[in-house]
């Protein structure tokens, strides 16, 4: 089993800046494309950005510029450096990852963490 552990989240005020950090555990596995989705109260689940194993990262419009997604893969651990915050960018963070195991793909998400900023 793998589990994706979450950390970082916080109140921060807005112009503000936190940084998120997703570690990987478990035994057998690789990962692939990791990556933060955020859900605000009442609304879905929401892409925000994602980094493949060579780096390659790709970023929702809202966050573009502000937000840097990167990741260590020697610590199996994705982070998200949010900067300029807004009142807008208050939900819940969730980090999503594909694991291989056994030859066969399989996506995992971490628990959440919740992130509020103040205006």
């Known amino acids: 089993q793998v589990q994706l552990v979450e950390s970082g989240g916080g109140l921060v005020q807005a112009g503000g800046s936190l940084t998120l950090s997703c570690a990987a555990s478990?035994?057998?596995?690789?990962?692939?494309?990791m990556g933060w989705y955020r859900q605000a109260p009442g609304k879905q689940r929401d892409f925000v950005a994602d980094i493949t194993v060579g780096g390659s990262a790709a970023y929702a419009d809202s966050v573009k510029g502000r937000f840097t997604i990167s990741r260590d893969n020697a610590k199996n651990t994705v982070y998200l450096q949010m900067n300029s915050l807004k009142s807008e960018d208050t939900a819940v963070y969730y980090c999503?990852?594909?694991?291989?195991?056994?030859?066969?793909?399989?996506?995992?998400w971490g628990q959440g963490t919740q992130v509020t900023v103040s205006s």
């Open positions: 478990g035994s057998g596995f690789s990962l692939n494309s």
């Open positions: 999503r990852a594909y694991v291989r195991r056994d030859g066969t793909v399989y996506m995992y």
